[in-house]
């Protein structure tokens, strides 16, 4: 399947997406140009899965997975995940957008594809930048946990 190209850069999708908090399937759906469908995953009785199609971004990165959960009940805000593929990302990259990193992750040795997850703390909640075993160089996923 061939991504849908939309005109913003992983930087603008980012910015774009934390400022229409709390996340709807509706909002991301527009935001990133795709179309999110729900995955009727098992264990969804507490949150409902929603998955996007690909999106190639402007700056050559490409959103290869679009993972967006929100609880069925109760005020919540969602939690997103986007996977990229394409363009290498490097964490000098992610250092300019985001100087202020922690480390909020660590692989373990088990698998390629644990990852070490560097957070901002923002007004509106965390935001992670993750990168696996398997290229550590490049980044992984970068994923939305609003407060």
Request: net charge negative; glycine share 8%; proline share 6%.
């Amino acid at each position: 399947m061939n991504p849908q190209a939309t005109a913003m850069t992983l930087w603008q999708a980012i910015d774009a997406l934390a400022a229409q908090l709390p996340f709807s399937m509706q909002k991301v759906g527009r935001t990133l140009s795709t179309t999110l469908s729900d995955t009727h995953a098992e264990g969804g009785t507490v949150f409902q899965f929603f998955e996007g199609t690909p999106v190639r971004l402007a700056d050559g990165a490409e959103l290869a997975r679009i993972d967006l959960r929100i609880k069925r009940e109760g005020a919540h805000p969602g939690f997103l995940v986007l996977e990229l593929k394409g363009r290498c990302v490097p964490l000098a990259e992610v250092r300019q957008h985001y100087p202020a990193l922690e480390i909020t992750g660590v692989p373990r040795g088990h698998s390629l594809d644990e990852s070490t997850s560097h957070t901002a703390t923002l007004g509106w909640g965390r935001l992670s930048f993750g990168f696996t075993e398997r290229n550590p160089d490049c980044l992984a996923f970068v994923a939305f946990d609003p407060a």
